[in-house]
């Protein structure tokens, strides 16, 4: 543990590691307001971090997260399942998406993306049980991270 925190910190310390930062925070705000501009409902009405919380009830009000989440991860797009404010769903269904941009900004990935990323994202939430729109979606996703090798940043 240690250990791990010593090399934690000492990236940290690197002056590439302010810059990362920063572009993970632009592409976690453009990620929102793309989604915003889908009609979908950002609980604290966009972000000023890394990551996002999706009220899906207001696009998909029978849509749970937990369905989402599974349509999202095999379309290959990473998504968890969350509850989001005066969820009556439990813990287990919930009513909301956690996103979140450090893995894609590490991949190189830039603020233009984000919006291709809503779009994928949305195709699959409005039919998150049909296996030829995730296929299709998932074709998509891994032909666009051909140009994002892993660790780019």
Not at 1 to 14: H, R
Not at 44 to 69: C, I, Q, Y
Not at 96 to 109: D, E, M, N, Q, S
Request: glycine letters at 6%.
């Amino acid at each position: 543990m240690i250990a791990a925190k010593a090399v934690a910190f000492g990236e940290a310390l690197t002056p590439g590691f302010k810059d990362y930062q920063i572009q993970v925070k632009k592409n976690a705000q453009a990620l929102a307001q793309a989604l915003v501009d889908k009609g979908y409902k950002i609980c604290t009405g966009g972000t000023d971090n890394h990551s996002m919380l999706v009220d899906l009830r207001t696009k998909f009000p029978e849509l749970t997260g937990k369905v989402a989440e599974a349509a999202l991860v095999a379309a290959d797009i990473t998504a968890n399942k969350n509850m989001v404010p005066f969820d009556d769903r439990s813990a287990f269904q919930t009513s909301g998406l956690r996103l979140g941009t450090p893995a894609i900004t590490t991949r190189g990935a830039k603020e233009l993306l984000m919006g291709e990323i809503a779009e994928l994202i949305d195709t699959v939430l409005h039919a998150p049980e049909d296996e030829a729109v995730i296929t299709s979606v998932r074709t998509k996703v891994n032909d666009i991270m051909k140009d994002y090798p892993m660790f780019a940043w």
